[in-house]
């Protein structure tokens, strides 16, 4: 069992209020994956900065920041952001030269996070716990995810945390189960793609990240993989322009969303949509079964 949060403000007047609110829906689904918790945020200038890029880091040694400085050309600035078992690195660099560096400096260690807008904390441990490791309530920006987990199918430690973020600015968590993801990883492995588990959910991570490489949009992506995965899901899919919710065609897995002028939100329960500004004049809905709902920023 786990639990799914996620928040996309359309009203600028909210960013600063992004983490109290996420921090307050967490509230709401802690029940249901009180092992560990994987959090991320859109747009929050303060842990990286205009300009900058942000690799999240698990296993991180206590030298990455002046190791990945000293391989980048120019020896830009690069800070280390530790906060429990994730330590989020920043540079005012490209992304795929930031990640580079971070992989050479560290190879032993593992992002789980990159991008322009986002950052991501992973950890084991209670949500309510790790919210405060993570400072959440003290978040600003645009949009944010977060996943609970209760561990069925694999062992409770940061590195098995969702969101998956193996693209640039993308994230993908996931309650439920791919039947056939051994097939589809050995067919993406055929193409060149890198794995970093055995879990299910970076397959649709992976699959989902390949799709828009290729120019789909979120809507065709996740369409593609409803036509490619057997199973049964509730996914919650974000990029540095959009956020997206789907679920199979049994749609076994709970989920609700709220749609109001001022924000876009969907949760595994309403309770944990129950505080947010406004419910009372939001449209509440179950999303249908094999249906794709987008927005975009």
């Known amino acids: 069992m786990c639990g799914i949060i996620g928040l996309h403000l359309r009203d600028p007047e909210l960013h600063p209020e992004l983490g109290r609110l996420l921090d307050a829906m967490l509230c709401g689904v802690s029940e249901r994956g009180p092992d560990s918790v994987g959090i991320a945020v859109y747009g929050d200038e303060t842990r990286n900065p205009a300009g900058h890029t942000a690799v999240s880091v698990l296993r991180a ?5 002046a190791t990945v400085a000293a391989l980048l050309p120019g020896a830009p600035d690069v800070r280390a952001q530790p906060a429990g078992d994730t330590t989020v690195i920043t540079a005012p660099v490209a992304v795929e030269a930031l990640t580079a560096a971070v992989a050479a400096a560290a190879p032993d260690a593992l992002v789980v996070g990159s991008g322009r807008e986002l950052v991501v904390y992973k950890g084991a441990g209670h949500p309510q716990d790790l919210a405060r490791t993570y400072g959440l309530r003290d978040v600003s920006g645009w949009q944010g995810v977060a996943h609970t987990r209760m561990a069925t199918e694999s062992a409770i430690n940061p590195e098995g945390c969702h969101p998956y973020s193996v693209g640039a600015d993308q994230c993908l968590v996931h309650n439920g189960s791919f039947s056939n993801h051994a097939t589809i990883r050995r067919e993406l492995r055929r193409q060149g793609v890198s794995f970093d588990s055995e879990n299910d959910t970076e397959v649709g991570a992976r699959f989902v990240a390949a799709c828009l490489a290729e120019g789909d949009d979120l809507e065709k992506a996740l369409l593609r993989l409803g036509e490619t995965f057997d199973g049964f899901y509730t996914l919650l899919v974000t990029t540095a322009e959009g956020f997206a919710v789907v679920r199979d065609e049994i749609a076994c897995k709970p989920a609700v969303i709220a749609e109001h002028p001022r924000w876009v939100a969907m949760a595994s329960e309403f309770r944990a949509l129950a ?9 509440i809905f179950e999303p249908d079964p094999g249906k794709v709902y987008t927005w975009q920023r």
């Open 275 to 283: 505080d947010l500004p406004g419910i009372d004049e939001a449209r």
């Open 61 to 65: 040694p206590g030298d990455l920041a």
